[in-house]
């Protein structure tokens, strides 16, 4: 085998070669099929990048809408929480308005209506006192 490897070989094109033609055309062919290889091999990590991207894109929005979920999970509940108290709070203050407005009322017939009554008695008698 030893005499083989090393002999010299004169190809078609007159050329001098080491290895004989068959082996010479087979290293081409193996040549051509590693870059084949290599081409589809760079193909597959392009797809599988721009997969693993989108996968990653989708996730993120999963994770956003899980987010705004718990999120709105717990506002809810949180206002759920507070709306005994805040409807407590706004019952007093009803109340404290319906207070200060009955005040009010008061305070305005209690010193208008004396003089309204003044004035009803007064005219009325005066037109009583000018019929006779």
């Known amino acids: 085998m030893e005499a083989q490897s090393s002999r010299v070989v004169v190809d ?11 082996e010479f055309f087979r290293s081409r062919e193996i040549a051509q099929a ?5 081409t589809k091999i760079l193909h597959f990590h392009q797809m599988s990048k721009q997969i693993l991207d989108q996968v ?3 996730a993120q929005k999963v994770e956003s809408a899980k987010q705004e979920a718990i999120d709105l999970r717990h506002s ?5 929480a507070s709306r ?12 404290c308005l319906q207070e ?10 209690r010193f208008e209506m004396p003089l ?12 009583v006192m000018k019929r006779s």
């Open 116 to 127: 309204a009554d003044l004035r009803i008695g007064g005219f009325a008698g005066r037109s």
């Open 12 to 22: 078609d094109n007159g050329r001098i070669r080491l290895l004989n033609p068959s």
């Open 100 to 109: 200060e407005l009955d005040v009010s009322i008061f305070m305005t017939l």
């Open 84 to 95: 005994p108290q805040r409807l407590k709070d706004q019952r007093e203050e009803i109340t």
């Open 34 to 38: 590693c870059a084949s290889f290599r």
């Open 56 to 58: 990653g894109e989708e």
């Open 76 to 80: 809810v509940a949180l206002e759920i």
